[in-house]
């Protein structure tokens, strides 16, 4: 497309409305205790989250209905500073439990029985989205999103959410975890530091370089992981392996999954480049039994992203726990938008001269709003 317009997104949490789908079709918002199954051995309910970390908002749930954070499932990761709503399973907690659970945010709303939830087990996400503090008048801005309506296909890059956004550790951490360096993923999760961090953070992190127990001082109670595996390393020194086992088993095999990830990203980033194939080209995801492209470019291309990772398919492998290895998968190099709708375009009452537009469309699972937007607008948050 022509050259892009500067928009900025999230600037307040309302500004990125994000709506699971279910299987069936049904919008998370829409549905309710009548037109749902009420047999199972867990209850599900509807998690409604604002400018709230996705394992975060489940911890405290959990704290709250007096269970442990593994008892709750998700099919999908949803973005922290954004206003969510998603479907999620519970085991331990009964529908007197959920109705009287005293927290708005994040809130439940208990919608039945039925067995445990998995990752993946959803549609997609319908999106609401202002744009704001947009670098082009009205005209320019609806001939532009038409553009966009007629065409939305776009590269299907994993987002940042896979990365962290303002803490971009996971991929790093992954690395670490699939070369059985174990020391070196918990450091780096305990002590790298990024610019956007708090700065009582940056200094536990630096304080963490230089001693790990002086640190345990300084991380506030809301770096929760940070301190557990910390604690761990204190009363069990040099056992890095069981200190990254006390993170939740979801959020290490992420830790893996945002490796592949960023893999995945450099092999469709170079194929785009080199413009090889179109919307319906898959690409490998790398693991131990991943299945070999037919086209020879695509194959160079991963031969050398692994050479220049210094990694090999069998890093994937993990024999010991079977818990933290990777077979590998597909996935698309090219996706779409659909139903992209333009809702309204106003005045920007948050940034003065300026307009906003509020767009809606859906995505299928696993496909990155963010990804869509940068494809087509210069974005900043």
């Known amino acids: 497309m022509d050259m892009k317009i500067k928009a900025r997104i999230k600037q307040v949490p309302e500004d990125f409305c994000v709506t699971e789908i279910l299987p069936d079709r049904r919008h998370s918002d829409a549905i309710d205790a009548d037109s749902y199954p009420q047999e199972g051995n867990c209850v599900h309910c509807i998690l409604k989250k604002r400018d709230m970390d996705q394992f975060k908002a489940v911890s405290f749930a959990a704290s709250v209905l007096a269970i442990s954070s593994k008892n709750i499932s998700i099919c999908g990761t949803k973005d922290k500073k954004a206003v969510t709503m998603q479907r999620v399973s519970v085991i331990g907690c009964s529908k007197d439990d959920v109705e009287s ?36 008048g009205r005209d320019e801005l609806e001939e532009y999103l038409m553009k966009i309506k007629k065409s939305p296909k776009f590269p299907n890059y994993f987002g940042e ?26 450091l780096d999760y305990i002590s790298l530091v990024f610019p956007e961090e708090r700065e009582n953070i940056k200094e536990a992190r630096l304080a963490a370089k230089a001693d790990i127990k002086k640190s345990l001082d300084i991380f506030p109670k809301s770096s929760y992981y940070e301190r557990v595996m910390i604690s761990h390393l204190i009363d069990n020194p040099s056992d890095y392996r069981g200190a ?72 994937f492998r993990d024999d010991e726990t079977r818990t933290l290895g990777s077979k590998g998968g597909r996935r698309r190099a090219f996706e779409a938008a659909h139903d992209f709708s333009i809702i309204k375009i106003g005045d920007d009452e948050l940034n003065p001269a300026k307009i906003r537009c509020k767009i809606s469309f859906f995505l299928k699972k696993g496909t990155y709003a963010t990804t869509f937007l940068d494809t087509f607008f210069r974005i900043s948050q």
Do not use: C, W
Request: hydrophobic share 40%; glycine share 8%; net charge positive.
């Open 244 to 315: 990254f086992g006390r993170l939740p088993s979801n959020l290490q095999k992420l830790m893996v999954h945002a490796y592949q990830s960023y893999l995945f990203n450099k092999v469709l980033d170079a194929a785009v480049k080199k413009k090889i194939g179109n919307r319906m080209l898959e690409i490998p995801l790398f693991g131990f039994g991943m299945s070999i492209p037919k086209d020879k470019r695509l194959v160079q291309i991963m031969q050398d992203v692994l050479k220049e990772e210094g990694i090999s398919l069998q890093d």
């Open 101 to 136: 659970y005293s927290s708005d945010n994040p809130g439940l709303k208990y919608l039945g029985r039925s067995p445990m939830l998995h990752i993946g087990e959803l549609y997609g996400n319908r999106f609401e989205i202002v744009l704001r503090d947009i670098s082009t």
């Open 161 to 186: 959410q896979r990365f962290g956004a303002k803490r971009p550790v996971s991929h790093i951490v992954g690395k670490h975890v699939i070369r059985k360096d174990f020391r070196s993923a918990v």
